[in-house]
Every structure is written in structure tokens, then in C-alpha cells.
């Protein structure tokens, strides 16, 4: 666990590793404008809600001297704010919260020339995770019930999920595969769309975060049937994980703040700072505890080598899926 010591050295550490000297510190850089802070997801999903989150954590505690003002770039799986990011004509004003499509839509559409490691690696916030979901009119509470119930629907079955070849098609992909099911897959724009969507049971099926569901959760319309995490969640200790299940399989969504490329160094430094401060808030604790979020700070070249590493993984699951060559 980071105490407030070693997560203000993480800020240290990635002001070094942007080349800045002892001399220069993150209060080098102040922002003398409104900062542009990109979504890449739609209205009412998990990093809708985690951006104005901390937005609203960094105006109430007076964290910087200009206001953080979040805009949802959806389209394209998160490639209208990747254009948005790369195109930048103030690198140092413009910041971004990500999904796994920080990963996925680079390699999927590499027309559009993005490089992830030439973003400013600020601060992961988190690691966020994923749950199956059914309506609770399907009579289903078990993992092996799904399965029977997919398998005799075939593609009646629906899954709705936020994005084409995003994280919620992978998940759906890898139960195709590995369960010898033939679900359809519906892309939304975001996740709080697909939790409506299965309440009103429009869909089938889904694998909202924790905090897409949850208020359907507790009014009782939906229900978790396994988590694909390596241990269970706290929020849902009677809910198994699907190597309880019997698979082999688990999966975390990347949770973290970029700053355009180009962004200077003093800027980057002062950015991670900013977020080592809404990381360690009381407000943030508590949200990353009541949604199930999972992960510690990570800054710099940590950030940067967890990029990579997660970039490669995705790689090899969209080749294994077909979505890439």
C-alpha cells in the first residue's frame, strides 16, 4: 500500500524520468488557462464518472489555479479523442482520462497514426474491473445456467458492450471461444447506455464495470454472475470469479490521465502531481472503494513499461480474435 511518502516520490520519479534536473520542480509549470481534460468514452460510463470525479475533487479541495473541464470524445471507439489529443495546439493545457481503447483502437485502425508512448504518462488512477450481468427475469444466477441458456439462444443471445473491438467485445469474444457460444455483440457509446439497456432488457447480457451497474444492482434489476478477476470483490464477496467457474481468464481495464504528446516536461511533472494529490483524497479512496477499483498510483516510466506490456496483450488478443492481422 503507497503511503503519502512513496506516492509523492512516484511524482518525483516521473519528473526525472522526463529529463528534468534537481532544479526544476512541478510548480514550474502553472496552467494559465482552462484545462481541456478529453474523455474518451461517452456520457454516464465509468470514465465519464471517474473524470468528473476528480474534476470535481481537484475544484472542491483548490487544487489548480484554472478550472478542469471535462469533454466527452466518443466516436470511433475512443479514436475522435485520440485525433483530438494528437492534434493538440496547446499539449500543455490538454489532458485525457483513458480506457483499454488507449490500447486497442491504435491497433485496430493504424491509419490513424497514433503512437501511445508518445503520451505524457501523468498518473493511473486505477485498474477497473469487469462483471458478467443478466437481467434478474431470466431466472439465471449461475455461471453454468449462462452458459446453457447462451448456447440454446445462439445468436438471440445479445451482449452489450461500449465500443467495436473494445474491452467489453473482448470479454464477449473470449466466451464465444472458449464456451462454444455464438452471442451477438451491440456497440454503445458508453457504458452507462448499456447498463440502461439491460435494465429495460434490450439486451441480454452485458459486462459493466462495477460502477455502470451498480444502481441497477442494488434496485435489483441486475445480477453479477462472475467476476473476471483473479480473487473476488469485496463489493461482491458472494459473487465467484470465472477461474472459480473453471476458466482461465481475467481482465482489468486501465484507469489513468495522459497528457498529450508534446507536452513539456514541467507540465507532465506538474500534472502527476496534481493527481498524486486527488489520488491520495479522501473522496478518491472512498470511490475507488465503494466501485471495486483495483491498483496503485503508477507515474513515469512505470506508467509507460505497464503501456507497453498492455499494449503488446492487446495485440495478441485481437489477432487471436481476428480483429487484426
Known amino acids: 500500500m503507497f503511503t503519502k511518502r512513496s506516492i509523492l516520490g512516484v511524482a518525483t520519479a516521473a519528473a526525472v524520468s522526463f529529463g528534468l534536473t534537481g532544479a526544476v520542480h512541478a510548480?514550474?509549470?502553472?496552467?494559465t488557462k482552462p484545462i481541456d481534460f478529453v474523455i474518451m468514452a461517452g456520457k454516464g460510463g465509468g470514465a465519464d464518472k471517474m473524470a468528473r470525479l476528480m474534476q470535481s475533487i481537484?475544484?472542491?479541495?483548490?487544487?489548480?489555479?484554472?478550472?478542469?473541464?471535462?469533454t466527452n470524445k466518443s466516436g470511433g471507439s475512443g479514436a475522435e479523442a485520440l485525433v483530438h489529443m494528437k492534434g493538440a495546439t496547446d499539449p500543455d493545457h490538454t489532458i485525457m482520462v483513458t480506457l483499454n481503447s488507449f490500447f486497442t483502437t491504435p491497433l485496430r485502425q493504424p491509419g490513424l497514426a497514433v503512437d501511445i508512448m508518445e503520451f505524457a504518462p501523468v498518473g493511473r488512477m486505477a485498474e477497473d474491473t469487469f462483471l458478467l450481468w443478466v437481467h434478474k427475469d431470466e431466472g439465471i444466477t449461475t455461471f453454468?445456467?449462462?452458459?446453457?441458456?447462451?448456447?440454446?439462444?445462439?445468436?438471440g443471445w445479445v451482449?452489450?458492450?461500449?465500443?467495436?473491438?473494445?474491452?467489453?467485445?473482448?470479454?464477449?469474444?473470449f466466451l464465444n471461444e472458449n464456451y462454444d457460444l455464438s452471442i451477438k455483440y451491440i456497440p454503445y457509446k458508453g457504458g452507462g447506455e448499456v447498463a440502461k439497456q439491460l435494465a429495460g432488457q434490450q439486451i441480454t447480457s452485458s459486462v459493466n464495470n462495477p460502477?455502470?451497474?451498480?444502481?441497477f444492482y442494488e434496485s435489483g434489476d441486475v445480477i453479477p454472475l462472475v467476476a473476471f478477476t483473479d480473487e473476488r470483490l469485496p463489493l461482491f464477496p458472494d459473487v465467484p470469479t470465472l477461474k472459480e467457474a473453471g476458466g482461465d481468464f481475467s481482465y482489468f481495464m486501465q484507469r489513468a490521465v495522459v497528457g498529450a504528446p508534446g507536452m513539456s516536461p514541467e507540465a507532465a511533472a506538474y500534472y502527476t502531481d496534481l493527481f498524486t494529490k486527488v489520488y491520495e483524497s479522501e473522496a478518491w479512496q472512498k470511490y475507488k472503494s465503494d466501485k471495486s477499483l483495483m491498483g496503485e498510483f503508477m507515474a513515469g516510466e512505470d506508467l509507460k513499461?505497464?503501456?507497453g506490456t498492455q499494449r503488446d496483450r492487446h495485440q495478441n488478443i485481437l489477432k487471436a480474435s481476428g480483429a487484426i492481422n
Open 58 to 70: 481537484i475544484e472542491q479541495e483548490k487544487l489548480a489555479a484554472r478550472p478542469v473541464v471535462p
Open 159 to 173: 451482449m452489450g458492450g461500449t465500443g467495436k473491438n473494445s474491452e467489453d467485445n473482448i470479454i464477449t469474444d
Open 211 to 215: 460502477s455502470e451497474a451498480l444502481g
Open 305 to 307: 513499461s505497464y503501456w
Open 144 to 155: 453454468d445456467e449462462f452458459v446453457a441458456a447462451a448456447q440454446e439462444r445462439g445468436d
Open 27 to 31: 510548480d514550474s509549470f502553472e496552467p
